[in-house]
T-cell receptor, first 112, second 111 residues
Framework: GENVEQHPSTLSVQEGDSAVIKCTYS??????FPWYKQELGKRPQLIID?????GEKKDQRIAVTLNKTAKHFSLHITETQPEDSAVYFC???????????FGKGTTLSVSS | GAGVSQSPSNKVTEKGKDVELRCDPI?????LYWYRQRLGQGLEFLIY????????KSGLPSDRFSAERTGESVSTLTIQRTQQEDSAVYLC?????????FGQGTRLTVV
């Protein structure tokens, strides 16, 4: 089945710096890759997603890149702010399209 | 409502008791997932519904866990004979198109 690896598990940056979180997936049939942000005690919130027919997508300070050949995708946050501090999860759908398989999460801390 | 709603928000139960967790998906969303999130951990897939059928139950950890869904509406996750290792936040998500949106979860504590 699909397996998603996420790195790093923790990331500390200074306000204004960029942050990059990387994920790899195992199932070459995966074609949908969302990213969720989860603040402490809150629900996971979808922040950006990408389908396999594009290589990059950007939304203000957030961008996601996808390399289908290497089976990895990354989240890029520019000009980080303290409110970006949260746990970020990547995910990929399985071959049947019946499950989103999540990485183990990255705890991002942005200090001012 | 506008979002996915789960009830109860918190549930404390004694070991060995049965519990039922409820999920109200976003209106019109045909697909629905249940996930488990242990403290400080990732999201563990449990089951997927398309309409009222469950084509993927591969994540249910044991036969103590079951789920059902009425049409394209409410879903309930039932855990029988609860154990302490069942303590976790149980999250429901509904999907419209490809995007899945989560409820706030039910925090289950088994004492």
């Amino acid at each position: 089945g699909e397996n998603v690896e996420q790195h790093p598990s923790t990331l500390s940056v200074q306000e204004g710096d960029s942050a990059v979180i990387k994920c790899t997936y195992s199932d070459s049939a995966s074609n949908y890759f969302p990213w969720y942000k989860q603040e402490l005690g809150k629900r996971p919130q979808l922040i950006i997603d990408i389908r396999s027919n594009v290589g990059e997508k950007k939304d203000q300070r957030i961008a996601v890149t996808l390399n289908k050949t290497a089976k990895h995708f990354s989240l890029h946050i520019t000009e980080t702010q303290p409110e970006d501090s949260a746990v970020y999860f990547c995910a990929a759908n399985n071959q049947a399209g019946t499950a989103l398989i999540f990485g183990k999460g990255t705890t991002l801390s942005v200090s001012s | 409502g506008a979002g996915v709603s789960q009830s109860p928000s918190n549930k404390v139960t004694e070991k060995g008791k049965d519990v039922e967790l409820r999920c109200d998906p976003i209106s019109g969303h045909t697909a629905l997932y249940w996930y488990r999130q242990r403290l400080g951990q990732g999201l563990e897939f449990l089951i997927y519904f398309q309409g009222n059928s469950a084509p993927d139950k591969s994540g249910l950890p044991s036969d103590r866990f079951s789920a059902e869904r009425t049409g394209e509406s409410v879903s309930t996750l039932t855990i029988q004979r609860t154990q302490q290792e069942d303590s976790a936040v149980y999250l429901c998500a509904s999907k419209g198109g490809v995007r899945a949106f989560f409820g706030q979860g039910t925090r289950l504590t088994v004492v």
